[in-house]
């Protein structure tokens, strides 16, 4: 684990972002200054603190030194607005937030947030962590059909030694055995990005992080610096193939052995081709921030079954119900549960016992919300999501949350917000808007017609910009039933003037 390769390789490099570089012994030791001062402050272990950081190395020694003391530590999405971290950060129960500077306007001006740059660490006491406290864990964020974020946090062993120890046996198991260098080219507010780059550095792999992700440059750092594991999303591996093919040819990509994909559907046309480019190199995992990953599915398997997401992990069980909750037989298509075989409860929410318990359906565990089927010999495939919750470029985005901001718009009378197929992102962002609110046109004094510029401009004082429709069209009035519900594919259908 990773104490191991501190005590026995110190001075192997562990972190480089391009500004900063960190050995093993280093990490370490800044990791234990953060859990000290994080002491000094009162914290306790179980609480949670907050991290809203870029992509850097004191992202990592943030994390490792909350574990270190015991915390929950939650990373946050940046990208977000301040209207929309005020209701996640109020309901993750937070004792600290630990901030960059660049995003400190994004956080109310009040006790318990902490410049990141501000911090002083103190010299660490002791060579090590207490492995036999009770651990803490990396609290994710999730949302439910509002769209309103909630923490989860997942089962964890009782110790800090048992916790690392395990952590790096899942990287063993998913193939992050610390046997190369791993690069990050996701930001670290993700969960599989930040988790699956912490797996391999437990044992023993360097961990190389880029600031953002652009194509060519993470083809160059993986031939630059030997990259053996990564992690990317479908949307980055479009823009991979989209590069111009001497870009492509130029880059010598012999040092990988392992790429994981997940986080959204991929196109099999884009699929077949990153393995003609890349070789039976990409790994797929299917899961949610609930469970971690329960399937993967290597590349000759998925040639042999196009669609599939792989068998279960051995700790895993895969049922498909229908929507009484009956079982279904193999084959057939019905909402995918997921039972832990060792846990009764893998996960909670943070603080929401009754949203915890609502979760799990006896005996068959819970669902992601995901549509699919399970073969006879084991292999599941997703093919629908249970809401039309959009996934866009691997990103959770919730049309409800949408809506609810068009619906401010003083000359917005209605408004239903659906994804469309895109072939580079996944998924597009759309918008049907009735017309017909409280705004005046001055003259009649009738309703103003909003045009498609002034919703975009008004969403974007609300919304982070991956929320925003792609495409607002506007009409008259929206058909609804009585029970004031929206078909969905009447409503795409007038979207595209059918």
Not at 11 to 25: E, K, T, V, Y
Not at 29 to 45: D, E, H, K, M, S
Not at 220 to 226: D, F, K, N, S
Request: with cysteine.
């Amino acid at each position: 684990m990773l104490l191991d390769v501190v005590r026995d390789h110190p001075q192997r490099l562990a972190l480089d972002d391009g500004r900063s570089r960190r050995s093993f012994a280093e990490l370490h030791r800044r990791a234990l200054g953060w859990a000290q001062w994080l002491r000094q402050r009162g914290l306790q272990p179980g609480q949670r603190l907050g991290l809203l950081c870029g992509n850097r190395v004191e992202a990592v020694e943030v994390v490792l030194g909350g574990l270190y003391a015991g915390l929950w530590v939650a990373p946050v999405n940046w990208h977000l607005t301040a209207a929309e971290l005020r209701p996640l950060l109020a309901g993750a129960g937070l004792a600290a937030v630990i901030v960059e500077r660049r995003f400190a306007g994004l956080l109310p001006d009040a006790g318990g947030c902490h410049c990141l740059e501000d911090v002083a660490l103190p010299a660490a006491a002791g060579e090590g962590p207490d492995l036999d406290q009770p651990a803490g864990g990396i609290m994710l964020f999730t949302g439910g059909t509002t769209g309103i974020p909630r923490g989860v946090q997942r089962a964890q062993p009782a110790t800090l030694g048992e916790q690392l120890r395990r952590q790096a046996a899942a990287g063993r198991q998913l193939g992050l055995d610390g046997s190369g260098p791993h690069l990050v080219v996701g930001p670290l507010y993700h969960a599989a990005p930040f988790l699956f780059a912490l797996y391999d550095l437990y044992n023993g792999a360097t961990v190389h992080i880029l600031p953002r992700f652009d194509a060519l440059a993470a083809l160059q750092a993986i031939e630059r610096l030997g990259i053996a594991h990564t992690h990317f999303v479908p949307t980055q591996l479009v823009r991979c193939l989209r590069l111009p093919a001497a870009q492509r040819a130029a880059v010598d990509l012999s040092s990988l052995r392992l790429v994981l994909h997940g986080a959204a559907p991929i196109s099999p046309a884009v699929k077949r081709a990153m393995i003609a480019w890349w070789g039976p190199r990409l790994v797929e995992y299917w899961g949610g921030t609930e469970s971690g990953v329960v399937t993967l599915c290597d590349s000759a398997s998925w040639l042999r079954r196009p669609g599939s997401v792989g068998r279960p992990l051995p700790h895993w069980q895969v049922a498909v119900l229908d929507e009484d909750g009956r079982a279904l037989p193999a084959g057939a298509e019905g909402l995918l549960y997921l039972r832990h075989r060792e846990l009764a409860r893998p996960f909670r929410y943070c603080d929401q016992p009754q949203a915890t318990a609502d979760a799990f359906r006896e005996p068959y565990g819970f669902s992601l919300g995901d549509y699919g089927s399970v073969d006879e010999a084991g292999h599941v495939t997703v093919v629908a999501r249970r809401s039309n919750l959009i996934i866009r470029g691997g990103v959770n985005i919730y049309p409800a949350e949408i809506e609810a901001a068009l619906l401010e718009h003083p000359a917005v009378a209605d408004a239903v917000v659906f994804g469309l197929d895109d072939p580079e992102w996944g998924s597009s962002v759309n918008a049907l808007v009735a017309a017909g609110g409280a705004a005046t046109d001055g003259a009649s004094g009738g309703p103003a017609a909003p045009s498609e510029e002034g919703l975009r401009a008004f969403l974007a004082e609300r919304l982070a910009r991956f929320k925003l429709p792609q495409r607002i069209r506007i009409v008259g009035s929206i058909a609804r039933n009585p029970a004031g519900k929206v078909g969905l594919d009447a409503a795409i259908r007038q979207f595209r003037g059918g």
